[in-house]
């Protein structure tokens, strides 16, 4: 490792990954700093056999550097691993399938560095009440939901496809305005079935069970400018996949291409200080595991650390106070995203190759801010090698916000509840439960997509008053779905870095 560099990257997440990995394509010597040992962030794969060997307290651990902590399990951990339950299995740290099969941002990142990892799709489809429907994937629609809405003239069309006629101030004038209020303005809200699927699909992008809260605007943007026209182009077939291998095998891909292409690359080493000198930022204190602090000396310096924990690792007083103090008022949003090992499937055959949603899993009378959406596929149905022969692995995510996801008493209710809601819902669950594990987040999505933070409302890629200090990560400025929100902004910020296009702005 050298002592100085063009550019430092704090953080492997996939936002810190794409800049990283841009950064050294472009010719800079470029140092990047993880405090796990592995690459990804949230998008990590833990394989059972890893959870057996070190056991609970490494697990907890791991998770834990990723703002996640297990508050439940269905026989307790210690019982799990001593009885090897998890051999075979590979867990996605949170829920990973990813956005467009990888057609998304995914795909522009890839066509720079030519990763090529192979993802696997998957169509999705939507409960409400007793009632299931096919989501809209491309000009593919649910025969029942068309004659509904020619029937009665709902103008459904406003939502899927009016994105395509918007521009970008469009897009910021409607940042501020809920899915809800858009709904009631024109003629989406009263009809339960439609409103309830516009509900869903907005839930699925922005990790918000409200849809008082959800940003219209921020959903606009990814469908104008990403999946509308790469469905109509043919480059979209899917509204969703997972990564053959688990999710860490996208994120290793990048990170070799990373090391390939001449970036240095340091796990297990943390971060103490960003430094900041005459209002430019100059370096970064580093402190692996083992060994005393040393500094690294670097023109630029990209945090991948969630935005509004910030003034952890450089003086506020550096910044604008105005904008510093609203910094550190953003929220995430959280998410229970339990896995259950299944030893037979009990749902219908036509929901076990597609993800399935439902705005209503857990009522806001059980002692939520609002009713519990969630959304689950059986994972190795559509990659079966997250799962031994003969065994099943279903994945989920269900939101919640950051101070319910710290309240140990609620979540567990809550997990409870989730195997309650499934066995109501599928006859016979409970009893193809071989184990369950409920690992919850209280920043799955970093800074939630809501009507007062989404999209332009979120933390600029460059640091104000501060020369040469970038944001990353799904907390910075960057659109859509979760890890494609990531990279967004990655890209976003390598263009600023590079002085090179990458198509997002």
Request: with cysteine; charged share 25%.
């Amino acid at each position: 490792m050298k002592s100085t560099y063009d550019v430092v990257v704090v953080g492997a997440g996939v936002g810190g990954l794409a800049v990283a990995s841009l950064s050294a394509k472009a010719g800079l010597r470029t140092l990047l700093v993880e405090q796990c040992d592995r690459v990804g962030g949230r998008a990590i794969s833990i394989r059972g056999e890893e959870i057996i060997a070190n056991g609970a307290g490494w697990y907890k651990k791991l998770i834990g550097k990723q703002y996640s902590w297990l508050p439940y399990s269905q026989p307790g951990l210690d019982e799990i691993i001593s009885r090897k339950m998890l051999q075979w299995y590979t867990l996605d740290v949170g829920y990973h399938g990813v956005a467009l099969n990888g057609d998304g941002y995914f795909r522009d990142l890839d066509d720079v560095l030519g990763t090529g990892v192979p993802m696997v799709g998957n169509e999705n489809g939507t409960y409400i009440g007793d009632e299931f429907y096919m989501d809209v994937n491309g000009t593919r629609f649910d025969e029942r939901l068309k004659k509904m809405i020619m029937e009665q003239g709902i103008p459904m069309h406003k939502f899927y496809l009016g994105a395509a006629k918007m521009k970008e101030e469009d897009y910021d004038a409607l940042e501020k305005v809920s899915v809800s209020q858009w709904c009631k303005e024109n003629g989406l809200y009263e009809n339960k079935t439609v409103f309830g699927m516009i509900h869903a699909v907005s839930t699925l992008i922005t990790t918000i069970n409200d849809p008082d809260d959800i940003s219209i605007g921020d959903i606009f943007r990814y469908m104008g400018t990403v999946i509308n026209p790469r469905f109509k182009a043919g480059k979209a077939k899917f509204g969703s996949g997972f990564t053959v291998g688990g999710i860490m095998r996208w994120s290793q891909a990048v990170a070799n291409r990373f090391i390939d292409l001449g970036g240095d690359l340091l796990l297990n080493t943390h971060v103490e200080k960003i430094i900041i000198e005459d209002g430019k930022a100059t370096g970064v204190v580093l402190k692996e595991e083992s060994g005393a602090p040393r500094q690294v000396q670097a023109t630029k310096i990209v945090s991948n650390i969630p935005v509004q924990d910030s003034f952890k690792y450089m003086n506020k007083g550096e910044f604008p106070q105005e904008w510093a103090d609203r910094t550190e008022r953003l929220y995430g949003y959280g998410s229970i995203a339990p896995y259950f090992g299944l030893n037979k499937l009990v749902m219908p055959e036509r929901e076990w190759n597609i993800g399935v949603k439902d705005t209503l899993v857990i009522p806001k009378e059980e002692g939520f801010e609002y009713n519990i959406y969630m959304c689950w596929n059986i994972q190795s149905q559509t990659d079966p090698s997250c799962a031994p022969g003969g065994k099943h692995l279903m994945t989920a995510y269900a939101p919640v916000t950051e101070k319910e996801a710290r309240d140990k008493d609620l979540m567990v209710k809550a997990c409870k509840l989730i195997i309650d809601y499934l066995e109501r819902r599928y006859p016979g669950f409970r009893k193809s439960i071989d184990w369950a594990m409920f690992p919850t987040a209280w920043k799955l999505e970093g800074v939630a997509k809501s009507k007062t933070q989404a999209g332009t409302l979120k933390a600029p890629i460059e640091a104000p008053a501060v020369a040469g200090l970038y944001f990353a990560g799904d907390t910075a400025k960057g659109y859509g779905v979760a890890m494609d929100c990531a990279v967004a902004a990655g890209l976003i910020c390598a263009s600023r870095i590079t002085g090179k296009d990458y198509g997002v702005s």
